[in-house]
């Protein structure tokens, strides 16, 4: 198993979250992290680099947007990859979260 600090990589570019890798059990812990460290109610996350999410990254996603809401805030997936945006579609949250293809 390779470390988490690995799989998910994790870095704020001019306020953007740009995360790439694989967003599972073991990783999900760092995005939480970075998350927190969002000033603000909204956040904006690229996703253009993950290759892989699986039911706690997609937990991770769907709490970080409840969370925004509640707070009158959005919380916006940018640029999702072809397997982070098929997840969306067959978990049935693509209606739900607020997507941003560019």
């Known amino acids: 198993m390779t470390d988490s600090n690995e799989q998910l990589i994790v870095s704020n570019v001019?306020?953007?979250l740009m995360v790439s890798g694989e967003l599972d059990a073991h990783s999900a812990p760092r995005l939480i992290d970075a998350l927190s460290h969002i000033d603000g109610n909204n956040a904006v996350v690229d996703m253009s680099g993950v290759e892989f999410v699986d039911s706690s990254g997609l937990r991770v996603l769907i709490d970080a947007h409840q969370?925004?809401?509640a707070l009158?805030?959005?919380?916006?997936?940018r640029r999702p990859s072809a397997t982070v945006t098929r997840l969306f579609d067959i978990s049935g949250v693509a209606d739900y979260l607020h997507i941003v293809a560019d």
């Open 67 to 69: 969370a925004a809401e």
């Open 14 to 16: 001019d306020g953007i």
């Open 72 to 77: 009158g805030g959005r919380f916006i997936i």
